[in-house]
């Protein structure tokens, strides 16, 4: 098992960055897939980014392809998210997700989630 929990949220305006962390307890996270997603008010969750254990391996939404980047240091049990060129539309709860067996862009394929963190993008 994992347990997930993100930081690193706020409020920023369009053009701007925010890099959101998430930490991942249990001695075996490093045999996790992680991803992100994100859900704004009034619609469905969906996929932002995914990466494999090592890291090596990513896929992004094409909304946030070339301005977002996921990472991870397996040492650290930390993932990352780097968000630049900031949008209004980029607004949402970001929430880390996680699963032993599966890598992906759906949702369904992930077992453990953290509580999510607010991003706010003001025009």
């Known amino acids: 098992q994992v347990q997930l929990v993100e930081s690193g949220g706020g409020l920023v305006q369009a053009g701007g960055s925010l890099r959101l962390s998430c930490a991942a307890s249990g001695r075996t996270f490093s045999s996790y897939y992680m991803a992100w997603f994100r859900q704004a008010p009034g619609k469905e969750r969906e996929f932002v980014a995914a990466?494999?254990?090592?890291?090596?391996?990513?896929m992004y939404a094409d909304s946030v392809k070339g301005r977002f980047i996921t990472s991870r240091d397996n040492d650290k049990n930390m993932v990352y998210l780097q968000m630049n060129s900031l949008k209004p539309e980029d607004t949402a709860v970001y929430y880390c997700?996680?699963?032993?067996?599966?890598?992906?862009?759906?949702?369904?394929?992930?077992?453990?989630w953290g509580q999510g963190t607010q991003v706010t993008v003001s025009s």
């Open positions: 997700a996680a699963d032993r067996y599966h890598y992906g862009s759906s949702s369904t394929h992930y077992d453990y």
């Open positions: 990466l494999s254990w090592s890291g090596t391996d990513t």
